[in-house]
């Protein structure tokens, strides 16, 4: 079993739509919880970040942790087509040493129809 | 503020060959980052530096590849012969430190391995 599980895709909604996106870990020492845009022929960027279990909004963006279920969440409301990137979940522990190390999981392509 | 500058960003090279990457992180960036994202991935972590010093290599192909950051600042990853499989895109990132988790990435280098 690999360590981050994220849903492949691809998904395709229209513009306006609420998009829900998954990751689910096995690691129970995952205590720090990413979300990063990758745009195509870009780096990633950092969208989302939060600690342990619980919500964090930013404008149209939600970021859900259940660490009882291992299970993480981002919701995009009112989708736009500039929305249209991979995304990609990705944890870390909270300890010393190679803790810190980011797992990713495979990115889920994300595709917003106007 | 100017981001993670890397160089070249696309190469193509037959296998057995060498070739190198650069990368220029964000001035005052103690922390260096290199991973290899083959497509359809999350990216991978190859190496990670503090300062001059590596932090994490455990996931190196030291058979073949070899990173040095020196001075603290600029870093090359090589490899040495480069095989089929190493066609990728490697990207390279960078924090002020191991504790702060934003990592900013660069562009990435696009290989092709033929």
């Known amino acids: 079993q690999k360590e981050v599980e994220q849903d492949p895709g691809p998904l395709s909604v229209p513009e306006g739509a609420i998009v829900s996106l998954n990751c689910t870990y096995s690691n129970s020492a995952f205590q720090y919880f990413m979300w990063y845009r990758q745009y195509s022929r870009k780096g990633p960027e950092l969208l989302m970040y939060?600690?342990?279990?619980g919500n964090k909004e930013d404008g149209r963006f939600t970021a859900q942790v259940d660490k009882s279920s291992k299970y993480i969440s981002l919701f995009i409301r009112d989708s736009q087509p500039s929305d249209s990137a991979t995304y990609l979940c990705a944890m870390r522990g909270g300890g010393g040493g190679s803790n810190y190390k980011l797992t990713f999981g495979k990115g889920t392509l994300l595709t917003v129809n106007p | 503020e100017a981001g993670v500058a890397q160089s070249p960003r696309y190469k193509i090279i037959e296998k057995r060959q060498s070739v190198a990457f650069w990368c220029n992180p964000i001035?005052?960036?103690?922390?260096l980052y290199w991973y290899q994202q083959i497509l359809g991935q999350g990216p991978k972590l190859l190496i990670q530096f503090q300062n001059n010093g590596v932090v994490d290599d455990s996931q190196l192909p030291k058979d073949r590849f070899s990173a040095e950051r020196l001075k603290g600042v600029d870093s090359t990853l090589k490899i040495q012969p480069a095989k089929l499989e190493d066609s990728a895109v490697y990207l390279c990132a960078s924090s002020l430190n191991r504790i702060t988790d934003t990592q900013y990435f660069g562009p990435g280098t696009r290989l092709t391995v033929l």
């Open positions: 001035s005052g960036h103690a922390t």
């Open positions: 939060t600690y342990s279990s």
